[in-house]
DNA sequence: TACGTATGGTAAATCGATTTATCAATTGAA
DNA sequence: TTCAATTGATAAATCGATTTACCATACGTA
């Protein structure tokens, strides 16, 4: 590899020069001569500094790592994106790790994130144990983000409107005139999926009805989760004509039992999703959803990580506001 | 941060003896006394290694770059699962990158790639300038794999059986009878679209079909690219009993078009597409679909990049055979 | 006693870039 | 002419871990 000591020999000057002129520092003087001579040298041996050294120097990376609980499931790709885009124009990389590979600090990323291999951290979901003990060991070191749910000390909770994303869903069905409506969450011990389910509950009861723990299933967030729930559902509590769904994929999968029921989704049942995804509109019938600021999610926390303001046990809701979209599968209650 | 001094001080031994414990020397032989005294130290004042100082001193970071083009694609999100999983148990981490955030070597996942940050690189779907110029940036400096497309010198090609999987999806058509066989492809850019296309090619061939570029038409990787390609090869060829559509997601869309046009994909015309998806189960009607290794393809990648042996300038393609998974959206021939 | 050989460690160089303090030479002013 | 200030750079310390070569001391043996 070509070194800073290389482009100084070959420009004749010191090292120390090369840094300075690389990193554009204003109280370097020297001669334009001397400058255009070591620009030259650097662009012909296709000079790039190491970036090891360089962080260990400046004891920052320009890494953030990013912790998902499944990135092939489309909702998470989609925070994922968001980060990555933020990310770009902060000038940091993504350092990527699945949950489940966490491995009690033996995995490649635990090192990183322990050993200052990175500058700040995203967990999103956290939930389980390994996950608090990765929170526990980044916070010391670096700002660290919890999304949608968890909480550790010295970290930032970042969520969305759950809560208004559940009763938006449900007052679109109600206008509908639908009166009994389920609703599929994702995992009782989820804090957003709570509160969605939460939002669901308040807006039946200012509708005058009386929610019950029988009209809630759990749906999780794939297609087979969802399908499944649905089915349970409607077994325990088959008066119901519409349903709330915490997740747009089970949303789907809710859609792909109805359908085998022979039940048309939209003129015999309503559903209705949170989370949008191009996914939602091109199902037939095409779902109905609140779209949710995933993309700002996932953003949101990137811009915390890196900002110089980080105020850590604090909680923060990206304050876009859930939007209905109702497509072909909620339709009036017969 | 604590370092490798701090542990020495406290347990009175030298760093050296720090740095050989904690990288199991074999060669190292001190007391079992001496060595419970510095173990201890180093989980009371939870210490973790520096990773900028090893990765300078060893010259390899433990960190896998992988730049795919839309990561939010859930086809390529498989990949990606795949690298991931891969790069986990080689004890590797992934600095993830978007193609379209390259910039000319000034982002930051650039300098990395340019200045050792990364001990390989796997770049999906090569086709732009920037991945070029990314590609030969990294090829000297580290072990380089493209997935699915591209070349560039030094580097490895890692692909699917693409031909096998656009000839078998056409042959399932066959076999239901159908004749006028349409190709829906991605991109006529991406070789291994072109592969499929040629798969589908021979395979009408050989039935005694002769198939023509009118037959054919870009169907993109988005279902809303899918739809409208479905509504424009209709226009050019209104005869049409079946396509083979290159992208799993294109063929939801496709199926869309269908619905809206009050088709009914299965009993009047029928679609099969290249990529499982669980989505591809739960959309209605079910689509058919060629399942491709996306999975192994990503490991493949990073055990590539691991591997001892690697042999640059060589194309490698993935064993697993393409499967044909018969759901609802093909049937018979009327 | 003298010599070889384990035993139990340590000293110091090194990886490559950054950065502060410093320095020689030149210019300008009094 | 002499002192101060500016110009155009550089020397050397530093970041933290790794690793090779080496060094005391104690032990066993002839």
Redesign the pocket.
Known sequence: ?T???DIAKAA?????????I??Q?AS????A??RRRVERVIKAMD?A??TC??S????RTGILALVVHDMTNPVYAEILAGAQDAAASQGKALLLGEAKDLNNGQSRIESLIGGGGADGLILQGAGTALDRALARAARRLMPTVLLQSGHARDTILMRMKDHQAGALACRALLKLGHRRIGFLGVSPSLSFSDDRQKGWHEALTKAGESPTPLMTGIGGNTCAQGADGMKRLFMTQPDLTAVVVANVMAGIGALSYLHDQDIQAGRDFSVIAVHDSNLAAYVRPALSVVRMPLRALGRGAVDAVCGHDFHANTTITIPDAPTVIARASTGPAR
């Open positions: 590899m070194t800073s000591l004749r000057v010191s090292p120390a020069v090369v840094s300075r690389i990193n520092d370097l003087r020297i001669t001569q001397t000079y500094p190491n050294a360089q260990l120097r400046r004891a």
